[in-house]
């Protein structure tokens, strides 16, 4: 993406993170760990690739929801805050 982007262009990206608690409920059923993921992220993780790539972090959270109905709006939201919801939310920018 580093050779795509002009200098201060921003990239967006929303990928499963392997480190959220509905993966660890459901393992291997978890719907977003499919096969097509070629590589499993942690927000950590994705951003130690984008540095790789030449990219740097502009904002990177984590959501939840699939569990929300079980374990209530604050535990999601604990999860968040821990980086520990279902999906990463990331946008990184090539430096200007």
């Given at each position: 993406m580093h050779?795509?982007?002009r200098p201060g262009g921003s990239v967006g990206l929303?990928?499963?993170n392997v480190d959220a608690p509905e993966a660890?409920?459901?393992?291997?059923h978890y719907h977003s760990l499919k096969r097509e993921h070629l590589v499993l992220f942690t927000p950590q993780s994705l951003t130690e690739a984008a540095a790789e790539a030449g990219l740097e972090p502009v904002d990177v959270a984590t959501v939840?929801?699939?569990?929300?109905?079980?374990?209530?709006a604050d535990t999601c939201a604990q999860w968040e805050r821990?980086?520990?919801?279902?999906d990463i939310v990331a946008w990184y920018r090539r430096p200007a």
């Open positions: 050779h795509i982007l929303k990928t499963p660890e409920v459901f393992g291997p939840s929801h699939l569990l929300r109905g079980f374990v209530g821990a980086g520990r919801g279902a």
